[in-house]
């Protein structure tokens, strides 16, 4: 079992940073391949971005590749997503979520765990 707890969700105005973070406790955490997902109210849940369990290969979504950035930190045990530029339209809750098959994904049914999500709010 993985625990993941997101952090670092608010407010902003558009144009405005954050940055997530998303501790892991449980299994060795440098196993997992790390993923951002987001879900907006009444919209499906959709992929943001991924990070493999070395750190040295990312993927993201085109709305938001130029402006967000995921990284990690095994050492310790967190994952990021320092988000710039921040738009009205990337208001969600966000979630991280671990993935124990090797190999970068952007399907939220291949991930194994989840976090409870932290709310990003972007104001025009």
């Known amino acids: 079992q993985v625990q993941l707890v997101e952090s670092g969700g608010g407010l902003v105005q558009a144009g405005g940073s954050l940055r997530l973070s998303c501790a892991a406790s449980?299994?060795?955490?440098?196993?997992?391949?790390m993923g951002w997902f987001r879900q907006a109210p009444g919209k499906e849940r959709e992929f943001v971005a991924t990070?493999?369990?070395?750190?040295?290969?990312?993927y993201y979504a085109d709305s938001v590749k130029g402006r967000f950035t995921i990284s990690r930190d095994n050492a310790k045990n967190t994952v990021y997503l320092q988000m710039n530029s921040l738009k009205p339209e990337d208001t969600a809750v966000y979630y991280c979520?671990?993935?124990?098959?090797?190999?970068?994904?952007?399907?939220?049914?291949?991930?194994?765990?989840w976090g409870q999500g932290t709310q990003v709010t972007v104001s025009s």
């Open positions: 979520a671990a993935r124990a098959t090797r190999g970068s994904s952007w399907f939220a049914s291949t991930y194994d765990y």
């Open positions: 449980g299994r060795t955490f440098s196993n997992y391949e």
């Open positions: 990070i493999n369990w070395t750190g040295g290969s990312t």
